[in-house]
């Protein structure tokens, strides 16, 4: 009787372990077929937005020259007698606002990276990271609101002659935005370099700003020009900061005291109603968001290239 009980539990055991390895090997066929097609929809998502753009604004091209286009130097699209569709004005009022924005960013933003990865102590930077981490997730139309309600009444006490819709003002505030990925990934960049590095040019005779400046920094060069890069494109496609607080004026001029309108402000425009679907104004819109999406797929490129060809391993 216990013989027979033994070889019942041991064919029962068997049948489990083969139940098992099937399930385990339904489970190998599937997973591979299901990340797989994870790998397809992105894929799939981005020809399709690529193309979207590519159909559209050869529609408007089939109507509007590109040479007009391209050099033009008025954007009227909505005037009664005749349109202008030059995107020179809108290219420049978001050039505006990036460099702004860039020449607010880098300098704070190296700043802060070179003391939270040199100097800070552990505590300080478990205190500053969260900070910077909450700055990351403020919304950008509370960054936009901020722009016109609190910094430009402050720059117009400094600029009388600066308007309420202007570059200034969300050039700031942009910069200001991203910060917190120009510090995070210009420290990580810091970080990375050896501390034997540090300790040799310490033993030289070197000081701790010496090291940090000519030591860290170049070694660390890639990281930290990656990270600029893609800030700017960031900046270059920022919608709601511009919107609420640069204005829908596009001028072809170099005022930063003025209202401008940059190539996402006026998609934004046009998207909100201000056009009929299939009129010229309505192409229009994939039109410059093609523009905008080269100049962001530029940048992008830009800092890979920049992150292998200055790449230090150690």
């Known amino acids: 009787m216990a013989q027979s009980i033994e070889k019942e539990q041991s064919i029962q055991q068997l049948i489990e372990k083969s139940r098992n ?27 399709g937005i690529v193309f979207t753009l590519i159909f559209e604004t050869f529609e408007f091209f089939r109507r509007v020259s590109i040479v007009e286009f391209l050099f033009g130097t008025e954007w ?11 995107v020179l004005p809108l290219i420049l009022g978001t050039f505006k606002v990036t460099l702004i924005a860039i020449g607010v960013a880098v300098p704070i933003g190296l700043s802060v990276a070179i003391y939270l990865s040199e ?25 936009g609101f901020f722009a016109l309600t609190f910094v430009t009444p402050i720059l117009q006490t400094l600029i009388p002659s600066l308007k309420l819709f202007n570059a200034l003002s969300p050039g700031i505030v942009v910069g200001i935005m991203i910060l917190p990925s120009i510090i995070s990934l210009s420290e990580d960049a810091m970080n990375s370099v050896p501390n034997a590095i540090r300790e040799g040019a310490l033993a030289l005779g070197a000081t701790k700003l010496e090291v940090s400046l000519k030591v860290v920094l170049p070694a660390a060069l890639s990281g930290i020009v990656a990270s600029i890069v893609l800030g700017i494109s960031r900046a270059i496609g920022e919608t709601m900061i511009v919107s609420l607080a640069g204005g829908a004026t596009p001028t072809f001029d170099f005022n930063i005291t003025g209202s401008i309108q940059t190539m996402t402000a006026y998609i934004v425009q046009v998207s909100s109603g201000d056009a009929g679907y299939g009129t010229t104004i309505y192409y229009s819109m994939y039109a410059v968001g093609f523009t905008l999406f080269i100049f962001t797929l530029l940048m992008n490129l830009v800092a890979q290239y920049i992150s292998k060809r200055f790449r230090e391993e150690y």
Do not use: W
Request: no cysteine; net charge positive; glycine share 6%.
């Open 76 to 86: 009227y699209p909505f005037s009664s007698g005749s349109p202008s569709f030059g």
């Open 119 to 143: 100097y800070a102590s552990d505590k300080t930077r478990k205190i500053m990271k969260p900070i910077l981490e909450v700055l990351a997730g403020v919304p950008t139309i509370v960054y």
């Open 21 to 47: 390895k099937k399930g385990k090997k339904i489970i190998e066929k599937i997973m591979p077929i299901l990340l797989l097609l994870a790998a397809l929809i992105s894929v799939v998502t981005t020809l």
